[in-house]
């Protein structure tokens, strides 16, 4: 496979469950990971078999190439959660039979005993953090924000370089943390500062991972910027963002 096949599905070797309403709704050691239409959209797919049909109930909206069920435990409902191929395209011919579930209608999702966030992990998708001596500089509305020349580069599939940079070598002063949060399946929670420039304020354009997941140490605690919303020079030159779902 490559990352630019829209339509694809292979086995998965993990133990994959889905939990609502404190109840197990889905668990299976033969998921399929199915990639349908490119970037996030990334399922995982149970055999009937081992999905608890008890808790799911037809929507009524069903047709003849697709199934869709609500799933119920109790008082709790997630309406529209759950789906299944009657007749897939030619790409995903042998998915018949199984169930999916949209990831944010469910409660937690665990690989083995470790509970995933935001959508499942592309195995084609690659992380890597490097130490690096490259002098960043990062510029917002004219007034140097951050400098440094021991910065973490990570590389990630799909997306610009991040420069991760020690709290030292940012200045505090000109950071206001705010309530955000946003998950990452690859590096874990993120936490938010926005940067007071004169009299602007950019609202959370700085990031952390105060406890990355353990795959991704190296950026415990440094900060980075959004690439496409700051000034961002690299040994000197200014970094031109032409391509990034965050631009």
């Known amino acids: 496979m490559t990352m630019k ?3 694809y599905f292979e086995p998965t070797p993990r133990w994959i469950r889905a939990k609502f309403g404190g109840k197990i709704i889905a668990d299976s050691k033969r998921a399929l990971l199915v990639w349908e239409g490119g970037g996030p959209r990334i399922h995982y797919y149970f055999p009937q078999q081992d999905v608890c049909m008890d808790y799911l109930h037809e929507t009524g ?3 003849l190439k697709r199934q869709s069920w609500h799933v119920k435990v109790g008082d709790q409902i997630a309406e529209n959660a759950a789906w299944s191929h009657l007749e897939p395209r030619e790409e995903l011919k042998g998915i018949e039979g199984y169930v999916a579930f949209r990831w944010s209608k469910l409660d937690h999702w665990y690989e083995e005993e470790e509970e995933l966030f935001v959508h499942p992990r592309d195995p084609y998708h690659r992380v890597d953090t490097l130490p690096s001596s490259r002098h960043i500089k990062v510029v917002v509305d004219g007034v140097t924000v951050a400098e440094t020349t021991r910065p973490f580069l990570l590389f990630e599939t799909g997306l610009p370089t991040r420069y991760y940079i020690p709290p030292e070598d940012v200045r505090q002063e000109l950071l206001e943390p705010t309530n955000t949060q946003t ?8 936490s938010y500062w926005s940067v007071k420039a004169g009299d602007q304020v950019h609202k959370d354009i700085v990031w952390s991972y105060p406890e990355p997941i353990v795959e991704i140490p190296k950026i415990k605690g440094l900060l980075s910027f959004y690439n496409e919303k700051v000034a961002i020079y690299v040994d000197g030159e200014l970094e031109h963002i ?6």
């Open 242 to 247: 032409t391509d990034s779902p965050f631009a």
């Open 5 to 7: 096949q829209s339509y």
């Open 61 to 63: 909206r069903s047709g």
């Open 183 to 190: 998950s990452c399946p690859y590096k874990g929670i993120a």
